[in-house]
T-cell receptor
Framework: GQSLEQPSEVTAVEGAIVQINCTYQ??????LSWYQQHDGGAPTFLSY????GLEETGRFSSFLSRSDSYGYLLLQELQMKDSASYFC???????????FGQGTTLQVKP | GAVVSQHPSWVICKSGTSVKIECRSL??????MFWYRQFPKQSLMLMAT?????????EQGVEKDKFLINHASLTLSTLTVTSAHPEDSSFYIC?????????????FGEGSRLTVL
């Protein structure tokens, strides 16, 4: 079977740093993606890691350890608009399809 | 960036009727599209992979006779929910990959919220 685990909720204050972890167990692995989804909206792509290490894109960074089947999304200098759900997703085949985790609801407080 | 559009955004129908949702890639050709379903506060569950010119590949547990997928052209895939029932009420969202984009990047449509009365 395939499973992805991430915390259900995280709360942080404006300006802080928050890390959202994701562990996965899948039959195939090509890479780990992260998506943001605001209530009622479509998911938007944040980052993708195919190899071990850290990828940085502005305030967001994503890390992957293939040997540990583990990754995380790091959000820095939190802003109120970052309040949303964040999903990790495994690219489990070369067809491009993604298997999503359950999502982490991030609440940013003033 | 690549734009994917879905129609309709909202649809309400009576139990037993069929509903068709369209997914279009507006500025690129999509040989493969993916259909997901999302219940409130839950994850995106992959329903099927839609392949242009061939049959869709359904995920385990998804009834292919109930959720008909047609990918007749490189820019259009349709999902038809046949004989809809209240338990089919959900947020249906399509996505596509674009040749040359980041491997793990899917371009999502706006989603279609289906309510079955």
């Amino acid at each position: 079977g395939q499973s992805l685990e991430q915390p259900s909720e995280v709360t942080a204050v404006e300006g802080a740093i928050v890390q959202i972890n994701c562990t996965y167990q899948t039959s195939g692995f090509y890479g780990l993606s992260w998506y943001q989804q605001h209530d009622g909206g479509a998911p938007t792509f944040l980052s993708y890691n195919a190899l071990d290490g850290l990828e940085e894109t502005g305030r967001f960074s994503s890390f992957l350890s293939r040997s540990d089947s583990y990754g995380y999304l790091l959000l820095q200098e939190l802003q109120m608009k970052d309040s949303a759900s964040y999903f990790c997703a495994v690219r489990s085949s070369n067809t491009g399809k993604l298997i999503f985790g359950q999502g982490t609801t991030l609440q940013v407080k003033p | 960036g690549a734009v994917v559009s879905q129609h309709p955004s909202w649809v309400i129908c009576k139990s037993g009727t069929s509903v068709k949702i369209e997914c279009r890639s507006l500025d690129f050709q999509a040989t493969t599209m993916f259909w997901y379903r999302q219940f409130p506060k839950q994850s995106l569950m992959l329903m099927a992979t839609s392949n242009e010119g061939s049959k869709a590949t359904y995920e385990q547990g998804v009834e292919k006779d109930k959720f008909l997928i047609n990918h007749a052209s490189l820019t259009l895939s349709t999902l038809t929910v046949t004989s809809a029932h209240p338990e089919d009420s959900s947020f249906y969202i399509c996505s596509a990959t674009q040749f040359g984009s980041t491997p793990g990047e899917l371009f999502f449509g706006e989603g279609s919220r289906l309510t079955v009365l």
